[in-house]
């Protein structure tokens, strides 16, 4: 070092901005990773109310010659009511469709996504839940109900 002149210590310019460049990097490797699986996780929310909604439409059936067809005659399996969705799931990501091809021995139940993050889930945006008789099916493929 020269005489009287003092050396500071830190970082320079070109140093911080490596560092920042290598954040950005690893968040752009990371969020749609992370977004990913925040979605799945919260597709728990439509297989609950779904599961909620069969355990209340065999309750129904119990006293009924056939399955409920409307999501009042289940409710039960309902959280409270909002705003364009009379059945929605507990945390509000899912809604449920009136149910569908009710007979004595079959239904299938739906539960369409209402969240802002859930309608970009592709593929998973309308989850079933299909009973035949004895057979269960689940759709629209096995990914949704994480199997």
Same mark, same amino acid.
């Given at each position: 070092?020269?005489? +009287? ?14 560092? !920042?460049? &290598?954040? %950005?990097? /690893?968040? $752009? ?8 699986? !925040? ?13 909620? $909604?069969?355990? %209340? ?9 056939? #399955? %409920?067809?409307?999501? %009042?005659? &289940? @409710?039960?399996? =309902?959280?409270?009511?909002?705003? +364009?969705?009379? =059945? ?6 899912? =809604?449920?469709?009136?149910? *569908? ?7 299938? /139940?739906?539960?369409?996504?209402? @969240?802002?993050?859930? /309608? ?7 989850? *079933? ?5 004895? !057979?269960? *099916? #689940? +759709? ?5 109900? +994480?199997?």
């Amino acid at each position: 070092m020269r005489e +009287g002149i003092e050396r500071r210590g830190g970082f320079t310019l070109i140093e911080l901005m490596i560092v !920042v460049a &290598i954040i %950005a990097i /690893l968040s $752009a490797i990371a969020m749609p990773s992370y977004l990913d699986y !925040v979605r799945k996780g919260k597709r728990a929310d439509a297989r609950a109310l779904l599961q909620s $909604a069969s355990i %209340a439409q065999e309750k129904y059936r119990l006293s009924n010659p056939s #399955y %409920a067809s409307t999501t %009042a005659a &289940i @409710s039960t399996a =309902c959280a409270t009511a909002t705003a +364009g969705c009379a =059945c929605p799931s507990e945390q509000g990501n899912y =809604c449920l469709a009136a149910p *569908t091809a009710v007979s004595g021995s079959t239904y299938t /139940l739906t539960a369409n996504a209402t @969240s802002t993050s859930q /309608l970009a889930d592709t593929g998973c945006t309308a989850i *079933t839940y299909t009973v035949t008789g004895t !057979v269960i *099916t #689940y +759709g629209p493929s096995n990914t949704c109900w +994480g199997k």
